[in-house]
């Protein structure tokens, strides 16, 4: 029996907790949204699984992520799981006109399930603002997914960037 199930993703710079920008980018690159971000940066990473599902690991560009269940969102309840983390854009250069740096998510989730996501992002200067935060602000992103029996991977049947 297939499971269907809700994540939320979402992403904010940590000193100033400003919400990242996005833009579309039509068909230029290997996705249509490019997410803003600033090199030598600390993000707030917030994952919400709807209804609950545990998260055993993290691991993002091949890097293992502590997560952590997050206690203060209100209203949590065994329909809803929210995890935290922090991830750091240290090391990367900035990215020149055209091009686009790929962050590449897994969530390995119970019973040994894969989930991953990339997101297409492009790197500015620390500190700079000018063209970080043109365009929208990324409130969360929303993948609709599914889980086969008998498999050890989720589908993504729907994103949506809000």
Not at 44 to 56: G, H, M, N, T, W
Not at 101 to 112: D, I, S, Y
Request: proline share 1%; net charge negative; hydrophobic share 30%.
């Amino acid at each position: 029996m297939a499971t269907d199930f809700k994540l939320t993703f979402r992403m904010s710079a940590r000193a100033a907790g400003d919400v990242v920008c996005f833009k579309q980018d039509g068909e230029r690159f290997d996705q249509t949204h490019t997410v803003k971000l600033n090199t030598d940066t600390e993000y707030d990473l917030k994952f919400s699984l709807k209804p609950a599902i545990y998260v055993d690991k993290l691991m993002i560009n091949g890097e293992l992520h502590k997560l952590e269940v997050c206690k203060e969102i209100k209203n949590e309840s065994d329909e809803l799981r929210n995890y935290k983390t922090q991830y750091e854009t240290s090391g990367y250069d900035v990215s020149k006109r055209g091009q686009r740096k790929e962050l590449l998510f897994v969530l390995e989730l119970e019973n040994g399930v894969y989930m991953k996501f990339s997101l297409q992002c492009k790197m500015y200067k620390v500190g700079e603002t000018d063209h970080a935060h043109w365009g929208q602000k990324l409130t969360a992103i929303d993948f609709d997914c599914k889980m086969e029996e008998g498999h050890n991977y989720v589908t993504v049947t729907k994103e949506k960037y809000l």
